[in-house]
């Protein structure tokens, strides 16, 4: 039997080379990367660009981390050439669990160890990416806030573990109204970086998709200065929810439910929400639309009410599950709804039980990827017609939903296992 090696470090030896002859950094800009060869150059062409522009005079390092593409992602990002500009781009594969975290990692440790005074990341995926992205994200970390998250225009159905789960989980419980907590691009500080890196998490599904949502919710609970900055709008590699969302659901929700029973002393607290400010200038850019296989969700959340049924009636608070009955009953049409209510009641169900079942958390969440996908294709039924600003205004309705009905989870929080 194999057994995986934990590293201290997610630095290879050559990379570690080339970052102690640099000696130091004003700023480190990190693009975690796994195949993205047809992408990579333009964000590191916007990325440079925006150095350049809006920071002629600090010292700065552009590092992609990749995961080990077998595409041409480290050709093509060589091929950039640090040579163009006036800083360096190292090109690196990370050591550690194969994940987003894991390249976080990498240059976390490499911006600690340059002392930078400010770090960004940013997807590399990313089609949309401006110089002007660079600005937003690298200014107000300059004027002291030591967290920015990304505040983009995306279209209406683009990020529904975000609509559906993370938003309103980081408002409700945490009090802060972060739209994107799961964003992708963010700034950081110095300090802030090192919090991070004193935590014995990369190990973990943290090293994977998790770590966004564990970044903004360990920002907020270590009491670091956070704000928002403008981005316009999102293109990326969109992903249909009716595709297989599971193992980022897995990782996302799972890293939010593990969190909450590590957070639970800070957010029983939470009474009201904070919205931090945002600053940059606003871009007026329409996110394109895209096509969602409301069929196939609801198809797949039919199939769940098959396979589990009698754990839903377990899980499920008994006034929702006739109603879960009833949709699995449904075609695709347009009186498809899964309650809002309802939805808070499940997701706060299923947190309280993936806590209190420490050996069967995966198959836990397994359960809940049929009811996401009934949620999602409720959403997609009650907002097809309507626009981005009315979309956005009933995922706002949601999020209050989530923090008026607290007292429904505090009191499952407290009921005896």
């Known amino acids: 039997m194999s057994t995986r090696h934990r590293f201290s470090t997610a630095l290879r030896e050559y990379t570690r080379k080339q970052i102690e002859q640099l000696a130091t950094a004003d700023?480190?800009?990190?693009?975690?990367?796994?195949?993205?060869?047809d992408t990579i150059a333009h964000v590191i062409r916007q990325v440079a660009a925006g150095l350049e522009r809006h920071y002629p005079e600090l010292r700065c390092l552009v590092m992609v981390a990749d995961g080990g593409s077998t595409d041409d992602t480290r050709e093509v990002a060589q091929?950039?050439?640090?040579?163009?500009?006036?800083?360096?781009?190292?090109?690196?594969?990370y050591r550690g669990i194969p994940g987003k975290g894991s390249a976080f990692r990498a240059v976390f440790e490499a911006a600690r160890f340059l002392q930078a005074r400010a770090v960004a990341v940013f997807d590399s995926d990313l089609?949309?990416?401006?110089?002007?992205?660079?600005k937003n994200i690298l200014d107000p970390v300059f004027r002291g806030y030591d967290f920015v998250a990304p505040d983009y225009l995306r279209y209406k159905f683009d990020g529904t573990i975000t609509n559906t789960i993370a938003y309103n989980l980081t408002r409700a419980l945490y009090g802060m109204n972060i739209r994107q907590p799961i964003g992708g691009d963010f700034g950081l500080s110095l300090p802030l970086v090192k919090h991070y890196l004193d935590?014995?998490?990369?190990?973990?599904?943290?090293?994977?998709?998790?770590?966004?949502?564990?970044?903004?919710?360990?920002?907020?609970?270590?009491?670091?200065?956070?704000?928002?900055?403008?981005?316009?709008?999102?293109?990326?590699?969109?992903?249909?929810?009716?595709?297989?969302?599971?193992p980022m659901f897995r990782q996302v929700v799972g890293t939010i439910f593990r969190l909450m029973e590590e957070n639970v002393s800070f957010w029983r607290r939470v009474e009201t929400?904070?919205?931090?400010?945002?600053f940059g200038d606003a871009v007026d850019v329409e996110p394109p639309p895209f096509e969602i296989d409301v069929a196939q969700l609801i198809a797949y959340f039919q199939l769940g009410f098959q396979n589990f049924g009698p754990v839903w009636r377990n899980i499920v608070d008994p006034q929702d599950f006739p109603?879960?009955?009833?949709?699995?009953?449904?075609?695709?049409?347009?009186?498809?709804?899964?309650?809002?209510?309802?939805?808070?009641?499940?997701v706060y169900r299923y947190a309280r039980t993936f806590c209190r079942t420490p050996r069967q958390r995966m198959?836990?969440?397994?359960?809940?990827?049929?009811?996401?996908?009934?949620?999602?294709?409720?959403?997609?039924?009650?907002?097809?017609?309507?626009?981005?600003?009315?979309?956005?205004?009933?995922?706002?309705?949601?999020?209050?939903?989530?923090?008026?009905m607290k007292p429904y989870l505090l009191a499952l929080w407290d009921e005896e296992g």
């Open 79 to 93: 091929n950039v050439g640090a040579h163009q500009y006036n800083f360096d781009i190292i090109t690196t594969i």
């Open 127 to 134: 089609r949309s990416i401006t110089h002007q992205w660079v």
């Open 363 to 404: 198959k836990v969440l397994d359960t809940m990827i049929p009811l996401y996908n009934a949620r999602v294709a409720s959403l997609v039924t009650r907002l097809r017609d309507k626009d981005q600003a009315a979309a956005e205004a009933y995922y706002d309705a949601q999020a209050d939903l989530f923090l008026a």
């Open 323 to 346: 109603v879960i009955e009833s949709l699995a009953q449904k075609g695709a049409d347009n009186d498809f709804d899964l309650p809002g209510e309802a939805w808070v009641r499940i």
């Open 273 to 278: 929400v904070t919205t931090p400010p945002t």
């Open 27 to 37: 700023v480190v800009v990190g693009i975690p990367a796994y195949y993205s060869d």
């Open 199 to 246: 935590h014995d998490v990369w190990e973990s599904e943290i090293a994977k998709f998790g770590v966004d949502i564990w970044m903004t919710t360990s920002a907020v609970t270590g009491g670091f200065k956070i704000c928002q900055a403008r981005l316009g709008a999102k293109i990326h590699g969109e992903k249909d929810p009716a595709a297989d969302l599971g």
